[in-house]
């Protein structure tokens, strides 16, 4: 099947998207879930408390969260994939619908502990991707005055992970003199913004948790399929059905240490 005015593009494997097609039968009614990523192993580090306080309005606002501790996590492709803190941190992104990135700023970008754990994480493993269609939002902590890398940065990062990166963000300048000696964060225009940024997520979650697979379903991907599958079909093989995939859920004693969960 052929259209006039668009004879490159394959009809049969063409989607018009229509708003009935986003309307489901029921949405999901457990929790969303949210998984909290953090940059840093000190002691005090402020990226893990910003990530903390993110984690306790999230849970006011009805979300399940995860907080992922990075301590014991090795440098990419040091060690198999198979490795404890490799598994765990896959596990927690395939059980996640949305996502929290925290990193301070080293040298204009990115810290190498926060990098790592999104180098851990593929963008497909067999039919398997574990961020693909997953919300995010993005904040950073700076030690002086305030900066944007690291936000742009890792909006880069999400969305080559194919993930729903919403509109607002959070950075967080001198946090040094934004947290008490209890290492919550103090009231003032940066904390609400971090209210602003979790709200958003929240609410982008709801939408979109249901409806992740057909908003990320590519043209030319069912092209590419429906090709190979006529080539099998040529060459007289039967194809067989794939396994869905198994989701681990994580255990919530894992997630971060010193029980700051």
């Not at 204009?108 to 961020?131: C, H, M, Y």
Request: charged letters at 25%.
């Amino acid at each position: 099947m052929t259209m006039p005015d668009l004879p490159h593009i394959a009809a049969d494997v063409l989607d018009t998207p229509t708003l009935a097609k986003l309307a489901l039968p029921a949405d999901s009614s457990h929790p969303p879930r949210i998984l909290i990523l953090y940059g840093s192993l000190r002691p005090q580090s402020f990226s893990r408390k910003l990530a903390l306080e993110a984690e306790r309005i999230l849970r006011q606002f009805g979300a399940e969260t995860r907080v992922f501790d990075p301590h014991e996590l090795p440098i990419l492709d040091s060690v198999p994939n198979t490795h404890p803190k490799v598994q765990e941190l896959r596990a927690l992104s395939l059980w996640s619908e949305g996502q929290v990135w925290v990193s301070p700023e080293r040298h204009g970008s990115v810290t190498a502990v926060f990098k790592n754990q999104i180098d851990w994480l593929p963008l497909e493993e067999g039919s398997v991707r574990p961020t693909q269609g997953r919300t995010l939002a993005v904040m950073q902590v700076s030690g002086g005055s305030q900066s944007f890398n690291v936000v742009n940065a890792l909006r880069v990062l999400g969305r080559w992970m194919r993930m729903v990166v919403i509109p607002n963000q959070s950075s967080v300048a001198k946090a040094w003199q934004e947290f008490d000696d209890a290492g919550r964060m103090k009231p003032s225009p940066f904390y609400d913004r971090v209210v602003d940024v979790m709200e958003e997520l929240f609410k982008f979650t709801l939408m979109v948790r249901d409806r992740s697979d057909y908003l990320v379903d590519r043209y030319s991907e069912r092209k590419g399929a429906a090709e190979a599958h006529a080539l099998l079909v040529a060459a007289g093989v039967t194809e067989e059905a794939a396994p869905a995939p198994v989701v681990v859920e994580p255990a919530k004693t894992s997630c971060c240490f010193s029980g700051a969960c």
